[in-house]
């Protein structure tokens, strides 16, 4: 089993300083070596197949000939009696010929023997083209073109020795393995070499892969024409690269929002806990016989830590509980708020302002709406100072920031303030989980930093937006924006 190991002292070090990532064989063949295997494999049979082809044609094409030959001999001068009876004449049939006459009585006669003589008895006289072997008691091994007629009450036979067609077809065939051994050699060659470089992108991006996968996240592979394979390979990884690393980014972001939230929640839960506990403590030592104030400050300390565990109850809530769809009275739900949070806070001004020209209504449960307007009328009187003025003004038909001015369907609830006003860098954050502006967890603000992020997140669950604009000792607006029940209607 192979195996891959990272060197010790390797780790932390730039990506540029790293060896290159290698993949870990397991005897697999490469493909760069299999594009040329397939690549060989089908030249040789397309020049087995064209060498098949050529040397048929061949072969045809050089017995037709011998087989012109043989019908103009038969009919020529293979049927002069003369050039075999009178040998002054110094005539003979070509050297390569040989001709057989059998008579009627079972005699023969042979003429041109000399190179061989084709094996003749099993031969018939059918007018017809033959290639038989040669005579077993002749020397010659080359087979033999024969035709046989009948003639004048005899058979004719005219043969013609193969010996140098055939050689020139083996020739011809040895000739033709050789060009294509070479042919396949040198295409062998150049296609390892074309492939090699055709490749070239595909091991930039394994190079590239291998040094993101030891964590160097903000290489990206390079980038070739969209209009090729690699190049739609390219542009798929390097997205998936980027969503990766935001992705990651993130979950640090959220890991580090996380972890200063436990550190926040640990002190908000100390310090009442050190509290009841000193104060019973007290008690239990005899330091102090007052009850009532023993009882009251644990009574103090408890509420408190009792804020935060009821936070993240809800935000949780917010997150996965199933909502109503029911049409809610917006305007109904503003005097509500308003009403139960100026009872909790008589000393402050809350004002109600509708300046729609008919009754807002959105679809949605009535009971999360109404913790989200709670929770922003609250937040306003806690952050925006002591002396700040709340007014929850509704509108209908007014568009938020980034929406068109001739949108219709949405109603538009606005928390203003006109205290304190937070810095951008405040408000870019402000809708974040675990997310307090006020570092220094300073207790008399209040919260845990989750009322703002349960408002949010139960806004979207009801198909809406909220944003923030605020000035510095200007104050600061919260902006709900949710779809209209009679357009969803």
């Given at each position: ?35 040329v ?19 048929s ?31 002054s ?17 079972g ?23 033959h ?67 055709s ?35 390219a ?14 980014e ?11 939230f ?12 050190t ?72 000393n ?30 609250t ?91 605020s ?7 919260f ?11």
């Amino acid at each position: 089993m192979t195996s891959y190991h990272q060197s010790a002292d390797a780790v932390g070090e730039p990506a540029k300083k790293r060896s290159r990532y290698r993949v870990p064989r397991n005897g697999a063949v490469p493909l760069r070596l299999w594009l040329v295997v397939v690549l060989v494999t089908i030249s040789s049979f397309g020049l087995l197949a064209s060498s098949i082809a050529v040397s048929s044609i061949m072969r045809e094409v050089v017995y037709s000939r011998v087989d012109g030959e043989l019908a103009s001999a038969i009919d020529g001068w293979a049927a002069n009696a003369e050039i075999f009876r009178n040998n002054s004449l110094g005539a003979s049939p070509p050297t390569d010929y040989c001709v057989i006459k059998l008579f009627s009585d079972g005699s023969a006669v042979t003429f041109n023997a000399s190179a061989g003589m084709p094996d003749v008895d099993n031969l018939v006289a059918d007018g017809r083209i033959h290639t038989i072997a040669s005579d077993p008691k002749s020397a010659s091994l080359s087979r033999w073109r024969v035709l046989a007629v009948q003639q004048d009450g005899m058979i004719t036979i005219v043969g013609k020795s193969l010996r140098f067609e055939d050689n020139i077809l083996r020739q011809l065939t040895m000739m033709q393995f050789t060009i294509s051994l070479m042919v396949i050699i040198l295409l062998g060659v150049a296609g390892y070499y074309l492939i090699y470089r055709s490749l070239r992108p595909l091991r930039e991006v394994e190079e590239t892969a291998g040094e993101i996968a030891q964590g160097d996240l903000d290489l990206r592979v390079p980038q070739w024409p969209i209009n090729t394979e690699v190049g739609r390979l390219a542009y798929a990884l390097n997205s998936m690269l980027g969503q990766l690393q935001a992705s990651i980014e993130q979950s640090r972001k959220k890991e580090d929002q996380m972890r200063r939230f436990v550190g926040d929640a640990s002190h908000e839960l100390r310090t009442p806990l050190t509290s009841v506990r000193g104060y019973t403590e007290l008690y239990r030592s005899g330091a102090t016989t007052d009850v009532n104030m023993v009882l009251s400050k644990v009574e103090e300390e408890s509420k408190r830590m009792s804020v935060l565990v009821e936070d993240l109850l809800a935000l949780t809530r917010a997150e996965g509980q199933k909502l109503e769809h029911e049409r809610v009275d917006i305007l109904e739900l503003a005097i509500s708020v308003a009403s139960s949070t100026q009872a909790a806070f008589p000393n402050r001004h809350i004002e109600v302002r509708n300046e729609a020209a008919d009754i807002p209504m959105v679809m949605g449960d009535a009971m999360r709406l109404h913790q989200v307007l709670s929770n922003l009328v609250t937040n306003a009187i806690r952050h925006a100072g002591d002396d700040a003025r709340i007014t929850i003004r509704l509108r209908l038909d007014q568009p938020a920031i980034n929406l068109n001015n001739d949108d219709p369907d949405k109603v538009v609830i606005e928390v203003i303030d006109d205290g304190i006003g937070m810095p951008p860098e405040v408000a870019s954050h402000i809708f974040e989980r675990f997310y307090r502006a006020d570092s220094s967890r300073s207790r008399s603000s209040g919260g845990s930093g989750l009322g703002l992020a349960i408002a949010k997140s139960l806004v979207e669950q009801h198909g809406g937006m909220i944003e923030v604009a605020s000035l510095v000792g200007e104050g600061s607006t919260f902006r709900i924006i949710l779809p209209s029940a009679d357009t969803q209607a």
